[in-house]
């Protein structure tokens, strides 16, 4: 649909009727152009959006595109200028208008930005770039309340950008605002804590791109800030380098039952015991989900073989771990009396192991709901 738009504008921009070849020429031009730009080849890009308009000079597209890498480049006389040849040739974008009040803020001339920025709302009111940049024109000549409006009615579209939340903090500081300013200031900090965690682990995805530790890492963030299908893709990816790790097949599970998919879950588990038939948690999860869906000869087919090994690893190493999974089992199992015994031999090695208190609870209230 863009391509044939702008065919459309080519047509309709010329002063003479052009032929379907010429048409075809400017639109290869102009894609080759956005390939360019795709994969921030600027120079390239630029010298096919220069040909373009020595074809046809009346195609508002190659002017916005030419500006967009002069502006991408820090040469902002020659991106007001191209911008202003596409504003001259009548082009309804707010983009056009937006970004050359981008290049009057950054050269100080912020009543022509203002200017700018209110063409580009008037063309389109939900065009959250030019809003931002209103405000953040307003709180650079010290219209606070203006610069609050702004980027007040922005906030939905932008919840999570840095800079939105960093300038707000210091607007409703200026306002003497002071607790709205703490809590956009709290916001930011998460966020900047967050970028800083993000670039940490692609950091070390960069140094070791086989070590699976780092995708690992990755994928725990976006888990935990609410991005499970970037946990997902990082997750998978640690099983591509390492098939064994069952940690990674537990935790895409986790997000499938988190996300009510408990049939995809069961065949992660599935998937993992595959791999790892020894994977104790893998079988004692399957139980638990079988159970949930009512299919009692597999719950019990795989309660078995998880209490089966985890009974060896306890009688190997009598830890924590490994008590509270084999107490797990037996609750799952509604083996309650067994389940008792082994969450208090688990807080005897370790009297404040909260996992193992709360299976105690629920141990209790399961021996309640049996005796009633």
Do not use: W
């Not at 015991?273 to 948690?281: H, L, T």
């Not at 509270?324 to 199992?333: E, F, K, P, Q």
């Amino acid at each position: 649909m863009r391509h044939l738009l702008l065919t459309l504008l080519i047509l309709s921009c010329s002063n003479f009727t052009v032929s379907a070849q010429p048409a075809e020429l400017l639109l290869r031009h102009y894609r080759q152009a956005e390939m360019f730009v795709n994969e921030q080849r600027f120079d390239a890009a630029r010298r096919e959006y220069q040909k373009l308009i020595e074809l046809d000079p009346r195609v508002p597209q190659a002017y916005l595109g030419l500006g967009n890498i002069y502006l991408a480049q820090f040469e902002f006389d020659l991106a007001l200028e191209t911008y202003t040849q596409a504003i001259e040739l009548k082009l309804p974008s707010p983009e056009i208008y937006c970004n050359r009040g981008i290049v009057y803020t950054k050269q100080g001339q912020y009543d022509r930005a203002i200017i700018d920025f209110q063409q580009a709302l008037t063309i389109n009111a939900d065009y959250t770039p030019a809003r931002f940049e209103l405000g953040f024109v307003y709180q650079q000549i010290g219209e606070y309340a203006k610069a609050v409006r702004e980027y007040e009615r922005v906030l939905p579209h932008r919840q999570g950008n840095l800079a939105l939340h960093h300038n707000l903090a210091r607007c409703y500081f200026r306002l003497g605002q002071v607790d709205a300013a703490a809590q956009q200031h709290e916001i930011a900090q998460q966020i900047r804590e967050l970028q800083d965690a993000l670039d940490a682990a692609q950091q070390k995805i960069r140094e070791k791109p086989d070590d699976p530790n780092g995708y690992m890492a990755l994928a725990k963030i976006y888990a935990n800030h609410g991005q499970p299908q970037k946990a997902f893709e990082q997750y998978k990816a640690a099983i591509l380098k390492d098939a064994s790790l069952m940690a990674a097949y537990d935790k895409i599970a986790v997000l499938y039952i988190q996300n009510q998919q408990r049939s995809k879950a069961v065949t992660v588990y599935k998937t993992a015991v595959g791999v790892n038939s020894g994977y104790i948690k893998g079988h004692l999860m399957l139980g638990l989900l079988y159970q949930q869906s009512n299919q009692p000869k597999q719950s019990a087919h795989h309660l078995e073989i998880a209490r089966q090994l985890a009974e060896k690893a306890t009688e190997t190493t009598s830890n924590v771990q490994n008590l509270n999974m084999l107490g797990a089992i037996y609750l799952a199992m509604k083996d309650y009396p067994q389940a008792e015994t082994t969450f208090q031999q688990a807080l005897k090695v370790a009297p404040d192991n909260k996992q193992a208190q709360e299976y105690l609870h629920q141990v209790q209230q399961g021996k309640k709901g049996v005796s009633d």
